[in-house]
């Protein structure tokens, strides 16, 4: 699904990533983990198109993504912070998307999912956090695409609406979808996981399972194991 070998980016001075490479199997769960400056939204966007790396390649379906676009059509993308423009009212919001995208979309089901029925006549700046973000849950999943990618997903979620967002995942997961997932909060990245990434000053410093994790560590969960693992490295 996803091949990156050799990526480097800096900004300015300042490198971020440094030579990583890395493989995505198609379908599964991939949580992107890694300290505040490791690299984690500089590589989903360089997967994205939205940065260019200096150096590297990254492949998508075994084909070569740089100076191209279509690639994107094949991609949902959950932003960590979605700014859409506030007059716009909900349904107008998801029109909109539909618009651009052309493609058949499956949006009442979500709506359903994350009872947002009553919000849909009205305008996103008087919204919720946790609504906006349900509604960017929605657009992010109405459309049938092979991979997704999601930036702190359950920011503003309350439980009920954090339970069904890992029951969403796992639905489209047993679709044989392949989902990139970036999250600070490690009990959700256990409960929903296949295999960790972790990244640590622009390389990747572990990959594999969760289970692999916690034998390496020798720790009995995830919050614990990735502190450990992060320890040789922050002490030189």
């Not at 980016?9 to 490479?21: A, S, V, W």
């Not at 410093?205 to 020798?218: C, D, V």
């Not at 614990?224 to 002490?235: D, G, Q, R, Y």
């Amino acid at each position: 699904m996803i091949k990156i070998e050799n990526l480097h980016k800096k900004f300015g001075k300042t490198p971020i990533l440094m030579g990583l490479d890395l493989s995505i199997k198609q379908s599964g769960i991939f949580a992107i983990l890694g300290p505040n400056g490791s690299g984690k939204t500089t590589l989903i966007k360089c997967i994205l198109g939205m940065i260019v790396p200096n150096k590297g390649t990254i492949a998508i379906n075994g084909g070569l993504i740089k100076n191209k676009w279509k690639y994107r059509q094949e991609i949902e993308y959950l932003p960590q912070i979605a700014n859409f423009p506030s007059n716009l009212k909900v349904r107008e919001l998801i029109r909109m998307i539909k618009d651009l995208r052309q493609k058949p979309s499956d949006e009442e089901r979500l709506i359903e999912r994350f009872e947002l029925e009553p919000f849909l006549d009205k305008k996103l700046a008087i919204l919720s956090g946790g609504t906006k973000q349900k509604v960017n849950i929605v657009i992010a999943f109405m459309f049938d695409t092979p991979l997704i990618i999601l930036d702190e997903p359950t920011t503003g979620l309350d439980p009920v609406a954090l339970i069904k967002l890992k029951e969403l995942i796992q639905i489209e997961k047993q679709k044989g979808k392949t989902i990139l997932v970036s999250s600070h909060i490690m009990q959700f990245v256990e409960e929903i996981a296949d295999e960790i990434v972790y990244l640590l000053e622009g390389k990747i410093y572990f990959k594999g399972s969760i289970a692999a994790l916690k034998e390496k560590t020798q720790q009995t969960n995830v919050e614990h194991a990735i502190a450990a693992i992060a320890k040789p490295v922050s002490h030189v």
